[in-house]
């Protein structure tokens, strides 16, 4: 047993430092330092570009498709450094959503299609699964997909579609076969959003931001051919998909530099002649979640360490989800008790609003991705086997 | 970063499990427990047999130097069979501060014996009048002659009873001073007792007790025996996990059998939700126990603190958890003597308690905070 990286991972991290502290722009880490979402789209992209140029683009994907061929470890690494230097994170729903679904269950011409421009940000993927009546049920998804010569005619909406504002495609789960059984009947699209009958409205949040999107479908044809895998399976690739997600949302780097950043600010605040890290009762919280994000980096690396040896995450996935959800809205909430009434005055473009902004923001991060009941549901039920 | 075990590690854990299935069952420890010393002499001389009092000593002593991963292999399946034995005091905190503060001669005279388990040491550091805060004690050694004389209270010694040796620390002017006591030595008082976990220990006071000049271990030994104290205390984590661990197996099982309103109660989300939160507060505590057996030997005495410190913060947070809601679950069965559940229960609340209580290392984790 070894807790630490070995030398060729050190070495590693070591190179991926080096490359971030020297081609990461510093505009983009400033906005990012700052949570500043003004320009989220040319960021992603633009720092997208500069990972593919590297090579680095996917670190997830195997070297055939352009990927780096990194090992969990590895892309474990690659992922807390770029967190920690205040890199965007790349945008999830190509690289590591659609994308795994495409080489797993795509044909070869949608692999040549879709996968090149996935790499170089030529297109911008957003994700179409939930629907007003279709939450954390998924399966009983209504958007209907019926079949009309060598063309899907779909009618129907999505909702809660994460910066699809901006999106060029859409992977959609649609509705091929009303008669059969909810999870029987669903299917796996890919569709061009610049196709007509398709209508994008930002919706409003509790942080005052446009971050998600319901997108309407009126008669919107999709060839065939944009099929992923065989019709009515989709709930397979699905389930193959959230998999991948779940494993992703654990973000170490990211929640340690949160709360590098709460302990930056409490040392910085002074109450009764010392500052508030070192005030007894503001101080345990702040060490209570230092040590609950200590064992979960732990967790973290068990479970990357046995996936290593298996193909698709398995159920401990949820495990990291849900402590590193909470683990993270607990450093947001600190940041705003450390505001105190300062939290008052909000202006959301302004940096003094940033906790309070964040707090309200990551309230999402226990809903979205199997909201956190489902995934005690999915525990109970794949690891407890009850 | 690697997360498997050897195969030497693999068959020690093996090795005691085996050990407690064959000759340490539930029933087998119920008599142990009402015996009159509460442990038993024949289990300890099978554990020598098996090497397993020689893990902690240096394969150069004549030991098997399984090292922290090793003990914390072997504490796991003791803190299955929750043995009453006393291995932890022995055969891991005494061994181990002998083996590190020992002169050559002091470790050929004990370690031989404490392997094959004809000497049993304990080591006698907490104090009561500190509040058990390890890093102040007040019992005193004075110069006498061409020896000691040593006086002082030692609080909730485990397994004071059984030792014919106890390791005294105490202070040596500005020093601190590790002394070797022979259990019956003249001025010794022991006052016995049986813990809330079951175990045997007690209350000691030295009285102007007379010791020869070869009796202490090392020179000032506040940081080694810093060091031993942080040593024990990954040991007693990887017995806590093992018998979160069993507790929440006996929860789950007993949850499948229990039927109410015409179901398993398991079947019910309520519980459902309650045992995946059991599940998460047990994976996050062994990620614990391996980091504390990670870093209780490492060099800088400030990393091993604060890993130590967390672990020991949230392993007592997830016993207390998930022994509170085994016994809930288990519903009036859960507060019987019958069932092995309210023994685990028992046995996690004194891990909370002892080698520093969960609130003593939160606070000492908080006071390492630094923001940087």
Not at chain 2, 60 to 76: F, M, Y
Not at chain 2, 135 to 147: Q, S
Not at chain 2, 190 to 209: C, I
Request: glycine residues 8%; aromatic residues 8%; proline residues 4%.
């Amino acid at each position: 047993m070894d807790l630490d990286f070995n030398p060729e991972e050190q070495t590693f991290r070591d190179d991926v430092r080096r490359f971030l502290d020297t081609e990461l722009p510093a505009d983009i880490r400033d906005r990012m330092r700052r949570d500043d979402a003004s320009r989220i789209r040319d960021d992603i992209v633009r720092w997208q570009q500069i990972l593919h140029a590297k090579g680095w683009g996917a670190p997830g994907w195997p070297v055939e498709f352009g990927g780096t061929g990194w090992s969990k470890t590895q892309q474990y690494i690659f992922e807390n450094e770029c967190a920690l230097a205040d890199a965007p994170a790349q945008l999830a729903f190509g690289i590591k959503m659609v994308a795994p679904v495409i080489m797993r269950y795509g044909s070869a011409e949608q692999q040549q299609r879709f996968l090149p421009r996935i790499l170089a940000a030529q297109d911008w993927w957003c994700q179409g699964y939930s629907e007003t009546g279709s939450g954390s049920d998924l399966a009983s998804l209504k958007m209907k997909a019926e079949r009309e010569g060598d063309e899907y005619v779909l009618n129907g909406h999505k909702v809660w579609n994460t910066l699809g504002q901006f999106a060029d495609w859409i992977f959609c789960l649609v509705r091929t076969d009303p008669s059969a059984k909810p999870q029987k009947g669903i299917s796996f699209l890919l569709i061009d959003m610049k196709t007509p009958g398709i209508s994008v409205r930002p919706t409003r949040l509790l942080d005052g931001t446009f971050e998600v999107n319901e997108i309407r479908f009126d008669n919107v044809r999709v060839p065939v051919s944009n099929r992923v895998g065989e019709e009515n399976l989709g709930w397979t690739y699905a389930k193959f998909l959230l998999g991948h997600e779940r494993t992703n949302i654990a973000g170490i780097g990211f929640f340690k530099r949160e709360l590098l950043r709460l302990k930056q600010d409490a040392a910085g605040v002074l109450k009764d002649g010392r500052s508030l890290l070192e005030d007894p009762a503001f101080g345990n919280k702040i060490a209570q979640v230092e040590i609950e994000l200590t064992a979960l980096e732990v967790t973290n690396m068990r479970v990357i360490f046995a996936e290593a040896a298996k193909q698709a995450p398995g159920p401990e996935a949820s495990m990291l989800k849900i402590r590193g959800t909470e683990i993270m809205q607990r450093i947001s909430e600190l940041q705003v008790e450390l505001l105190g009434p300062a939290a008052l005055a909000y202006r959301p473009d302004d940096d003094g609003s940033r906790a309070t902004a964040a707090y309200l923001n990551l309230r999402k991060l226990s809903i979205f991705g199997g909201s956190n009941e489902i995934q005690r549901n999915i525990i109970a039920h794949m690891i407890l086997g009850l | 970063m690697d997360f498997s075990f050897t195969d030497e590690q693999q068959m020690l854990l093996d090795t005691t499990r085996r050990f407690i299935a064959e000759g340490y069952s539930f029933e087998h420890r119920n008599r142990v427990r009402a015996s009159a010393e509460g442990w038993s002499r024949e289990v300890w001389a099978q554990l020598a047999e098996l090497g397993l009092l020689a893990i902690n000593i240096p394969e150069e002593d004549g030991g098997i130097g399984a090292g922290p991963v090793g003990t914390l292999l072997v504490g796991n399946a003791i803190g299955e069979g929750m043995l009453l034995e006393p291995f932890w005091s022995s055969a891991v905190v005494a061994t181990h501060a002998i083996v590190s503060l020992g002169s050559a001669e002091q470790k050929s005279e004990w370690l031989p014996r404490l392997a094959g388990g004809e000497t049993i040491a304990v080591l006698a550091h907490d104090e009561a009048s500190t509040r058990f805060d390890a890093m102040t004690i007040e019992t005193r050694a004075t110069p006498r002659g061409e020896g000691w004389e040593l006086s002082g209270r030692k609080s909730a010694v485990y397994h004071a009873p059984a030792a014919d040796l106890l390791l005294v620390s105490a202070r040596v002017g500005e020093e601190w001073g590790l002394f070797a006591v022979p259990a019956d030595a003249s001025g010794v008082m022991l006052s016995a007792y049986a813990t809330v976990d079951e175990q045997r220990a007690g209350d000691v006071v030295f009285e102007k007790v007379a010791l020869a000049a070869g009796s202490r271990l090392g020179g000032d030994a506040r940081l080694s025996l810093q060091a031993v104290l942080d040593y024990g205390l990954a040991a007693l984590c990887a017995e806590a996990f093992g018998a979160m661990d069993r507790i929440l197996a006996a929860t789950i099982s007993y949850s499948r059998s229990r039927v109410q309103f015409g179901a398993p109660i398991g079947s019910f989300q309520a519980l459902q939700h309650r045992m995946a939160e059991m599940l998460m507060h047990l994976e996050q505590a062994r990620s614990m126990s391996y980091l504390a057996a990670s870093r209780c030997t490492d060099p800088d005495p400030a990393t091993r603190s604060a890993a130590l410190s967390a672990a020991k913060t949230l392993m007592g947070q997830a016993a207390r958890y998930i022994g509170q809601q085994a016994v809930q679950l288990h519903g009036g069965m859960g507060m019987t003597d019958e069932l092995d559940v309210s023994h685990y229960f028992k046995r996690l609340l004194a891990f909370e308690l002892r080698c520093g209580t969960t609130d003593q290392h939160l606070e000492k984790y908080r006071r390492q905070l630094r923001a940087a």
